[in-house]
């Protein structure tokens, strides 16, 4: 295969999906997500563009699923051309003194470790000359952001660390910060929000996508 093969972890709605679709027509896209029926209609809808993809209906935070998925990409491909990682947990919002240990746990769980483990596996398949990109949300130390806020923002410390490792050997690091968009996750945190006065997700993924080209 001389297509381009793009790895979009959190690839079943929202942003993830967005990017799908809009890398379609360059990439093979390794479509990552909880959600099969979701996954299914991504792949509906970017075979109905002509686009292939390959879906993996894995969770990000189960270490043997994500070692079993990046082995077959290099038994398959050998190599990743591009990394995007959209998934995310929000956790409810709620004040400091109220914040629930599961919660708390779950976001440690999905947004930091799963976050350093895929670096972890992801990064030999990507060698030097292969691109990743993380999403910042820099809403740390909002009201009632702490466990999203924190675990977040940890998430993308993690992701500048590594950018500064690999400035000068690779693989590219590079960190965006979308515009508000009227995702499943921001209902969460807005619900009875004029949604449309948001940002369209697919104009939104069009436009980070050409800034990663620059």
């Known amino acids: 295969m001389t297509q381009k093969i793009a790895l979009i972890t959190g690839a079943s709605r929202g942003l993830g999906a967005a990017l799908a679709e809009a890398l379609a027509p360059?990439?093979?896209?390794?479509?990552?997500?909880?959600?099969?029926?979701?996954?299914e209609e991504l792949d509906d809808r970017i075979k109905a563009k002509g686009g292939s993809t390959?879906?993996?209906?894995?969770?990000?935070?189960d270490p043997a699923a994500m070692q079993t998925l990046c082995r077959g990409i290099y038994d398959r491909w050998g190599s990743l051309d591009l990394w995007l990682h959209t998934a995310i947990h929000a956790a409810p919002l709620t004040p400091g003194p109220h914040i629930d240990a599961k919660d708390l746990d779950k976001s440690i769980t999905g947004n930091i470790t799963a976050t350093a483990t895929l670096i972890n596996y992801v990064a030999p398949l990507l060698g030097q000359s292969g691109h990743?990109?993380?999403?910042?949300d820099p809403i740390a130390g909002q009201k009632f952001y702490g466990t999203y806020g924190a675990t977040k923002a940890a998430q993308i410390a993690l992701a500048r660390s590594w950018q500064a490792e690999t400035?000068?050997?690779?693989?590219?690091?590079?960190?965006?910060?979308?515009?508000?968009?009227?995702t499943a996750t921001r209902a969460r945190f807005f619900?009875?929000?004029?949604?449309?006065?948001?940002?369209?997700?697919?104009?939104?993924?069009?436009?980070?996508?050409?800034?990663?080209?620059?």
């Open 167 to 182: 400035a000068s050997i690779g693989p590219r690091v590079d960190i965006v910060t979308p515009q508000p968009m009227p």
């Open 191 to 214: 619900p009875g929000e004029d949604r449309a006065a948001l940002h369209d997700i697919h104009a939104e993924a069009a436009r980070l996508l050409a800034t990663l080209q620059k």
């Open 132 to 136: 990743a990109v993380f999403f910042d």
């Open 54 to 61: 390959t879906l993996a209906p894995m969770n990000v935070t």
């Open 26 to 39: 360059t990439h093979h896209i390794i479509a990552v997500g909880r959600t099969v029926g979701a996954l």
